[in-house]
């Protein structure tokens, strides 16, 4: 070897090592090419999209070049998800990532994916610190997240303040129902449930016209049945799956409160209160009634995007909110407006498709997207480069786009999808643990959210903010998936034939449910979940510990399956 090589390779050395530990620039990284799939996301209040940006738009470019992620975007309906994923499961042929919401029903529908196993970068405080701290102070938010003991999902979208009041939240829930006819009638809004299902009557009674002529129909409800099925479980104080006294339930119409919530459907339906179209529409054609205002009442999550797109339709009304009425018998309504809990509400979950290189590059992504700078961007829908802080104008003092991002201005142009694809927004929300004041964005409130935040503490009143208390992840077993999806699939179907059916058919209908409840192993299901909440409950420190409020809106179980 000669001298001079060897005086070269203790510099050759060094240089090495600074390479290995210097991190590469943003600019260096080759993009890597995987494929992102949204499960039911579609867009929010302010009209702006979330599905399949333009990969030529500058956030996605800025996304390749900070992240090094070469992003294909898929998009699958709302009411295919579960079959997709379960297709998916079955082929073996299943996406790197996708998104969703915290959800059990993921790993029973894919009960064949095999997942990426992320826990490392929840225990490397030094470039994963917010996924640390996810770890070490909100444990309970990965419980939904692990499987076979890994962790296998990004929580992107998290509320660090369990429990405690967003300011930035506003009343979107209960009923909605038309300015001028509410008027009409007096301007009383109900509070109980004979109120209500009078005001129903008035309103068929009275000469209140749609748009297109027709009489005006008193109460729209979504086409698909457990979607509207749970409008009327929720005003008798049910949650999705919630608690009974003497058990866990799984499904709501087997408790004495669903029966009289079916029945109560079912005496609607029957006085022709309810959209005679109800089992028959498509989405399509309910979507069009919302917005034309052809119902005098609508369903309480009637985002404010279909009550802007009525007036900018030209329309002389608005709508205003009617709370859930108070039901007798029931400790209180169940809360619409429900305190943040300790799960992540939209989780990006990786499959074992992912490479090494694209999981870590994945982490980097949601590392930002944690952070107040990357819960700014994702809110605002642009990169951290299509932002400034305005120093004049009516956004002075406040992050808001730059004049060449002028058209992603939802104050100004109302639905943005347009613009979010063209400039190819990625297609994720923020986290909620930051306000908007936290953030630096503009508060300029519409009409509904002025009249949401002045008659707040009236509808606060009527018990509709609450926080639900921790009752541990849900999760079934694989021997009892097969009943979870026999109840899920077949009796949301029979009670909604029961529910349209004449009222002397409804009890035998009803029954008809039970008797193939019973079959299936629902009282199995329901003593294993109880089984493993009460565990839970006891392992930590019991109901009050978790946050169970004294007057939980308990449920009772038929007692068809109390044998």
């Known amino acids: 070897m000669s001298r001079s090589l060897r005086r070269a390779i203790p510099i050759l050395v060094v240089l090495l090592v600074f390479v290995l530990v210097t991190p590469i620039s943003s600019g260096d990284l080759k993009p890597v090419k995987i494929t992102w799939v949204n499960l039911g996301f579609q867009r929010d209040r302010y009209g702006r999209i979330w599905e399949l940006p333009n990969k030529n738009g500058e956030m996605t470019r800025w996304v390749a070049n900070t992240f090094g992620l070469d992003i294909s975007y898929e998009y699958v309906l709302d009411n295919n998800k579960q079959d997709q994923v379960t297709l998916w499961s079955a082929s073996g042929d299943y996406p790197e990532t996708f998104i969703y919401i915290t959800h059990a029903g993921i790993f029973n529908w894919g009960r064949n994916i095999k997942w990426a196993n992320l826990d490392k970068y929840f225990n490397d405080p030094k470039n994963f610190p917010r996924l640390y701290e996810i770890k070490r102070k909100y444990p309970r938010t990965l419980a939904p997240l692990t499987f076979n003991g890994h962790i296998v999902g990004f929580p992107v979208r998290i509320n660090y303040k369990v429990g405690q009041p967003h300011p930035d939240a506003v009343y979107t829930f209960g009923w909605w129902i038309r300015d001028d006819i509410l008027k009409a009638l007096g301007g009383k809004r109900p509070v109980t449930l004979d109120e209500f299902t009078n005001m129903l009557r008035a309103i068929k009674a009275g000469n209140f016209q749609a748009p297109d002529g027709k009489p005006?129909?008193?109460?729209?409800?979504?086409?698909?049945?457990?979607?509207?099925?749970?409008?009327?479980?929720?005003?008798?104080?049910?949650?999705?799956?919630?608690?009974?006294?003497?058990?866990?339930?799984?499904?709501?119409?087997?408790?004495?409160?669903?029966?009289?919530?079916?029945?109560?459907?079912?005496?609607?339906?029957?006085?022709?209160?309810?959209?005679?179209?109800?089992?028959?529409?498509?989405?399509?054609?309910?979507?069009?009634?919302?917005?034309?205002?052809?119902?005098?009442?609508?369903?309480?999550?009637?985002?404010?995007?279909?009550?802007?797109?009525?007036?900018?339709?030209?329309?002389?009304?608005?709508?205003?909110?009617?709370?859930?009425?108070?039901?007798?018998?029931?400790?209180?309504?169940?809360?619409?407006?429900?305190?943040?809990?300790?799960?992540?509400?939209?989780?990006?979950?990786?499959?074992?498709?992912?490479?090494?290189?694209?999981?870590?590059?994945?982490?980097?992504?949601?590392?930002?997207?944690?952070?107040?700078?990357?819960?700014?961007?994702?809110?605002?829908?642009?990169?951290?480069?299509?932002?400034?802080?305005?120093?004049?104008?009516?956004?002075?003092?406040?992050?808001?786009?730059?004049?060449?991002?002028?058209?992603?201005?939802w104050y100004v142009h109302g639905d943005t999808g347009a613009a979010r694809k063209k400039h190819g927004v990625l297609p994720l929300n923020g986290p909620v643990s930051y306000t908007r004041a936290e953030m630096q964005v503009p508060v300029i409130p519409t009409e509904a959210e002025k009249w949401a935040r002045e008659n707040y503490q009236w509808i606060g009143a009527n018990n509709n903010i609450a926080y639900m208390g921790d009752v541990g992840p849900e999760y079934i077993p694989d021997d009892l998936v097969s009943i979870n999806n026999k109840i899920w699939s077949l009796i949301p179907a029979m009670l909604q034939r029961a529910c349209v059916s004449p009222p002397d058919q409804f009890e035998a209908i009803y029954k008809e449910a039970i008797a193939e409840c019973k079959r299936v192993g629902f009282k199995r299901l329901c003593d294993d979940q109880w089984a493993r909440r009460k565990t839970y409950l006891e392992k930590n420190g019991g109901k009050k510990a978790c946050g169970i409020p004294d007057d939980y809106p308990y449920a009772d179980l038929l007692d068809e399956f109390k044998e």
């Not at 104080?237 to 079912?266: E, S």
């Not at 054609?285 to 900018?312: H, T």
């Not at 709508?319 to 305190?339: D, E, Q």
């Not at 990786?350 to 694209?358: C, I, L, M």
């Open 216 to 409: 005006v129909i008193p109460l729209l409800l979504p086409p698909a049945d457990w979607y509207s099925e749970c409008i009327f479980f929720q005003t008798f104080g049910l949650n999705w799956i919630g608690m009974t006294k003497d058990g866990w339930y799984q499904f709501w119409g087997m408790t004495k409160q669903g029966y009289q919530a079916m029945k109560y459907c079912n005496q609607l339906f029957n006085e022709g209160l309810i959209d005679p179209e109800w089992v028959t529409q498509k989405e399509e054609m309910f979507q069009e009634k919302q917005r034309n205002g052809s119902a005098a009442v609508s369903v309480g999550w009637l985002g404010y995007d279909i009550i802007e797109s009525i007036k900018r339709a030209g329309y002389n009304f608005s709508y205003t909110a009617v709370p859930v009425p108070k039901v007798s018998g029931i400790s209180r309504p169940f809360p619409w407006n429900v305190l943040p809990g300790p799960d992540s509400d939209l989780v990006l979950y990786v499959t074992d498709k992912a490479s090494s290189v694209q999981v870590e590059r994945l982490a980097r992504l949601v590392e930002w997207a944690l952070s107040l700078e990357g819960a700014r961007c994702l809110y605002l829908g642009a990169s951290p480069d299509m932002i400034e802080l305005k120093k004049s104008g009516p956004y002075k003092g406040c992050y808001w786009f730059k004049d060449k991002f002028k058209d992603l201005d």
